[in-house]
């Protein structure tokens, strides 16, 4: 595996596992607990959701530059494949 699969694997990563963070981030941040009839309900945080869903932008954002990367690296722009032009 080459060196821009790795970076575009990691940024995959990184892009989905903030997006997923930012999108729960509501579920992470809530104090669940059991009501008499056997429901479910909770407060949320809401600075503890801020907290998740800063997180997640943050993760989201890593994953974009290195997809940017990676693909600037793929579309021919490194040092070693060099444009040569007419004439």
Same mark, same amino acid.
Request: zero cysteines.
């Given at each position: 595996? *080459?060196? /821009?699969?790795?970076v575009?694997l990691?940024g995959?990563v990184?892009?989905?596992?903030? $997006?997923v963070?930012? $999108? *729960?981030?509501g *579920?992470?941040a809530?104090?669940w607990?059991?009501?008499p *009839? ?10 503890l959701r801020?907290?998740y869903?800063?997180?997640?932008? /943050?993760?989201?954002v890593?994953?974009? $530059?290195?997809?940017?990367?990676a ?5 021919g722009n490194?040092?070693s ?7």
């Amino acid at each position: 595996m *080459s060196r /821009v699969e790795t970076v575009f694997l990691i940024g995959l990563v990184l892009a989905i596992a903030g $997006v997923v963070l930012f $999108v *729960s981030s509501g *579920s992470l941040a809530t104090h669940w607990q059991e009501e008499p *009839s056997r429901a479910l309900g909770g407060m949320t945080d809401p600075d503890l959701r801020f907290s998740y869903r800063l997180g997640g932008a /943050v993760l989201a954002v890593a994953g974009l $530059v290195a997809l940017g990367m990676a693909a600037w690296r793929w579309l021919g722009n490194a040092p070693s494949r060099g444009r040569h032009g007419i004439g």
